[in-house]
């Protein structure tokens, strides 16, 4: 029994010197490659696929909402590995609501419904789709659901330095805020836009209204129409609907704000500045969560301190030193923190 | 209130007035004398979407304005053939066939809207056109006299409508063959031959409303007209048939439309409240529609086809 004991263990023995060779040329493969995967960069492709849906109320080029979407999720298509469907010009609520269903049973990884109005309809459709990630803005709520993002634009930051701006150029002191439905983005645009008029010129007249309709382009032209002829020389307004109210601005050769979108190309003489939303940041989040199984239960928001948000001035626009400058200043101030735009 | 009462806006309110009358009364022009011959047109608002649209896309994409509006009333003496069509040599029921021509322009002016143009960038609306010596009187220059030509257009076609309904011979043949066709055509006059007139010249007036609408401020957007063009149909019954009271019924309208467009934007009517003011023309013209229509009557054979020896 011990011979044959012995017998196994030189066996044994032997066979592990036989593959002693074996050791160095692991512990090779095994430096390499982790020599590989620490030195590859934090953004290489993802190998696998993640298919994205996008459900937006107006047209994908509309200069405004939809229009800065889509160009974010066209600049983090590569480096994200996206697959992008876009389904645009979904006003109405209902057919969206068929169009975010329909992405979803086909095995989407993230839906996007681009729109303050489809939070109801993500809310009855997260819970039967419990794989599939939805996303929503602008708003500030998941619905305590697992699978929903929400997305905000602080837009009242760079509301706030544009109605400062605006106070500075006004020589009427009457100046005119047209809003779609107060909620989401326009609200917080169209209130820190006020609250940066008033800040410059506590005494000016700031006349503000909401048309009730994210789509109904003639009624926010004759708002914009209504405020001209109540001697208001600046006017701003959010959502895709503005265009009409750009058209009243340039007819009228009153200076605009923009925001969502550089709007100067619809009015080169009148658009003295735009908000222009950046969705990258708030997107890359989303995927990071996604491809790491988080499908949701966060909000995620661009501003100007994440470089969300940027002003951009219109070259074409005689805008004086004094004002540019003093905008830069305030972007800087809330950049840093020492200013606050109150929500 | 202090903000609607000033010079400034009370003299805007009253010149938009006068601008959002013109489009409905352009439509409910051409509708009139179609009636009085006898033919209910009830897709007068499909006509003026494409109308519309038409107009928009060539404005836009040659900067031509008023190319953009004879494109608008040729495509609205095109759908005027399709409507005589139907009505008057098909002898199909007027309602429901006017119905069909509303949803396919409706549906038709959306979808080439969303595949050719997609965002509604805006074209160079009509300028106002100040009338020499009338636009210096002081507040009413500014209200009547600063307008687009189609505006004056739309005034100016009353009379001119009205002479030839009431002074001509072929307005006496559109009367005759509303009132009474059998006779019209025992007296030799082709009733289908007027009636196909007098629903070309009604929807080429309607193609003519919505180019007028689109160039207010040149904007196309879905469903642009809301509905304008059976509110058209209704100042006809407003007016009695006859053109002075389809103007009146069309200022009333616009008057209205625009102080309640006004108070909106400047807050004097409450956002929870917007909705419920937005009916307000059409609340209006339907009371008035009560109170007036009732009183005149309606031409005898409307509606009806005409059918030899029936």
Same mark, same amino acid.
């Given at each position: 029994m011990k011979n044959e004991m012995k017998e196994g263990g030189s066996k044994m023995r032997s066979k592990s010197l036989k593959y002693r060779w074996l050791v160095p040329l692991v512990t090779v493969v095994a430096l390499v490659s982790t020599v590989l995967v620490t030195a590859a960069p934090a953004n290489a492709t993802p190998k696998k696929t993640l298919k994205v849906a996008l459900v937006a109320p107006s047209a994908v080029n509309d200069l405004a909402f939809t229009q800065s979407m889509v160009a974010a999720l066209n600049g983090l298509k590569k480096s994200y590995n996206l697959k992008i469907s876009i389904t645009d010009n979904e006003f109405v609520v209902a057919?969206?609501?068929?169009?975010?269903?329909?992405?979803?049973?086909?095995?989407?990884?993230?839906?996007?419904?681009?729109?303050?109005?489809?939070?109801?309809?993500?809310?009855?459709?997260?819970?039967?789709?419990?794989?599939?990630?939805?996303?929503?803005?602008?708003?500030?709520?998941?619905?305590?659901?697992?699978?929903?993002?929400?997305?905000?634009?602080?837009?009242?930051?760079?509301?706030?330095?544009?109605?400062?701006?605006?106070?500075?150029?006004?020589?009427?002191?009457?100046?005119?805020?047209?809003?779609?439905?107060?909620?989401?983005?326009?609200?917080?645009?169209?209130?820190?836009?006020?609250?940066?008029?008033?800040?410059?010129?506590?005494?000016?007249?700031?006349?503000?209204?909401?048309?009730?309709?994210?789509?109904?382009?003639?009624?926010?032209?004759?708002?914009?129409?209504?405020?001209?002829?109540?001697?208001?020389?600046?006017?701003?307004?959010?959502?895709?609907?503005?265009?009409?109210?750009?058209?009243?601005?340039?007819?009228?050769?009153?200076?605009?704000?923009?925001?969502?979108w550089d709007q100067s190309t619809l009015a080169p003489a009148e658009v003295v500045s735009s908000q222009v939303y950046n969705w990258k940041p708030v997107l890359e989040q989303i995927f990071t969560g996604i491809r790491a199984g988080k499908l949701g239960g966060a909000t995620y928001d661009i501003s100007l301190g994440n470089n969300g948000e940027k002003i951009a001035f219109n070259p074409s626009y005689p805008l004086p030193a004094n004002v540019k400058a003093q905008a830069q200043k305030l972007i800087g101030e809330i950049v840093d923190g020492s200013l606050t735009v109150a929500q | 209130m202090s903000h609607f009462l000033t010079y400034n806006v009370l003299?805007?309110?009253?010149?938009?007035?006068?601008?959002?009358?013109?489009?409905? +009364?352009?439509?409910?022009?051409?509708?009139?004398?179609?009636?009085?011959?006898?033919?209910?047109? +009830?897709?007068?608002?499909?006509i003026m979407l494409i109308g519309a649209f038409g107009c928009y896309y060539v404005a836009l994409e040659t900067g031509n304005d008023w190319l953009g509006v004879l494109v608008g009333m040729g495509i609205g003496v095109v759908l005027g053939l399709l409507t005589a069509f139907m009505s008057v040599t098909l002898k199909a029921q007027q309602g429901i066939s006017g119905i069909g021509v509303f949803i396919f322009g409706l549906g038709l002016s959306d979808l080439l809207f969303v595949r050719f143009v997609g965002t509604p960038l805006p074209v160079s609306p009509l300028p106002n056109v100040a009338i020499p010596l009338l636009?210096?009187?002081?507040?009413?220059?500014?209200?009547?006299?600063?307008?687009? +030509? $189609?505006?004056?257009?739309?005034?100016?076609?009353?009379?001119?409508?009205?002479?030839? $309904?009431?002074?001509?011979?072929?307005?006496?043949?559109? $009367?005759?063959?509303?009132?009474?066709?059998?006779?019209?055509?025992?007296?030799g006059i082709s009733v289908t031959r007027i009636r196909y007139s007098t629903v070309l010249f009604g929807s080429m007036m309607a193609g003519l409303a919505g180019a007028t609408l689109l160039l207010l401020d040149g904007i196309f957007q879905e469903d642009l007209t809301q509905s304008a063009g059976f509110i058209a149909v209704a100042l006809v019954y407003f007016g009695a048939w006859r053109p002075a009271g389809v103007m009146s019924g069309s200022l009333v309208y616009g008057i209205v439309t625009a102080v309640v467009l006004q108070w909106k934007s400047l807050g004097i009517i409450p956002t929870s409240a917007a909705d419920l003011a937005a009916t307000a023309p059409a609340i209006v013209t339907i009371l008035a529609l009560v109170v007036v229509a009732g009183r005149y009557k309606a031409p005898t054979e409307l509606g009806k086809p005409y059918v030899r020896g029936a």
């Open positions: 057919d969206a609501a068929n169009v975010i269903r329909s992405y979803a049973k086909k095995g989407y990884n993230l839906v996007i419904a681009h729109g303050s109005q489809y939070g109801s309809t993500l809310q009855q459709l997260a819970p039967k789709f419990p794989k599939v990630s939805f996303a929503w803005g602008t708003a500030g709520s998941t619905f305590n659901e697992p699978n929903i993002y929400a997305y905000e634009a602080e837009s009242n930051e760079g509301g706030y330095v544009q109605g400062y701006m605006a106070g500075m150029l006004s020589k009427s002191h009457t100046i005119g805020v047209i809003g779609p439905i107060d909620v989401g983005d326009a609200q917080l645009y169209c209130d820190g836009f006020k609250a940066g008029v008033l800040a410059e010129d506590p005494t000016a007249t700031v006349h503000e209204s909401f048309t009730g309709s994210f789509s109904d382009v003639t009624l926010m032209s004759s708002a914009a129409k209504a405020y001209v002829a109540d001697g208001a020389d600046v006017l701003t307004g959010s959502s895709q609907s503005v265009v009409g109210a750009i058209g009243v601005a340039k007819t009228s050769s009153v200076a605009w704000f923009g925001t969502q | 003299t805007a309110t009253v010149a938009s007035a006068i601008a959002y009358s013109s489009y409905f +009364l352009l439509a409910a022009l051409g509708e009139t004398v179609g009636q009085r011959s006898g033919v209910l047109n +009830l897709g007068v608002d499909g636009s210096k009187i002081p507040a009413v220059g500014r209200m009547f006299f600063h307008q687009s +030509l $189609l505006v004056y257009l739309a005034f100016l076609l009353v009379p001119a409508i009205s002479f030839v $309904l009431y002074h001509t011979n072929y307005g006496t043949k559109v $009367l005759a063959v509303g009132e009474n066709p059998a006779a019209a055509d025992s007296l």
